[in-house]
């Protein structure tokens, strides 16, 4: 191996970590009020929050109260009939 090409691959590789290292360290996701639903059992939220009474966790200064909506009832809806009609299976030169 020629000393060229090992510095070159030290080069690659401090360069790979470093960017690794910086990369991973700048991620730090947000999450709001309402993002995760209290656990059964503990721990009940993820680190820094706290189980409110809307069954939610909560960053402890909220005072927002999540609300899922109700589920919509489809039981009275009457859907269209989209079988093809007969008539639409001729060809359009009427054979």
Do not use: Q
């Amino acid at each position: 191996m020629t000393r060229n090409h090992s510095l070159a691959t030290l080069f690659a590789t401090a360069v790979f970590i470093s960017g690794a290292t910086l990369w991973s360290s700048c991620f730090a996701p947000t999450y709001s009020d309402c993002a995760f639903r209290c656990a059964s059992t503990e721990p009940y939220c993820p680190a820094e929050y706290e189980c409110k009474s809307d069954g939610y966790c909560h960053l402890p200064d909220s005072t927002a109260l999540c609300v899922i909506p109700k589920a919509v009832d489809f039981s009275g809806v009457v859907l269209p009939d989209l079988s093809i009609p007969e008539d639409a299976t001729t060809n359009p030169d009427g054979s």
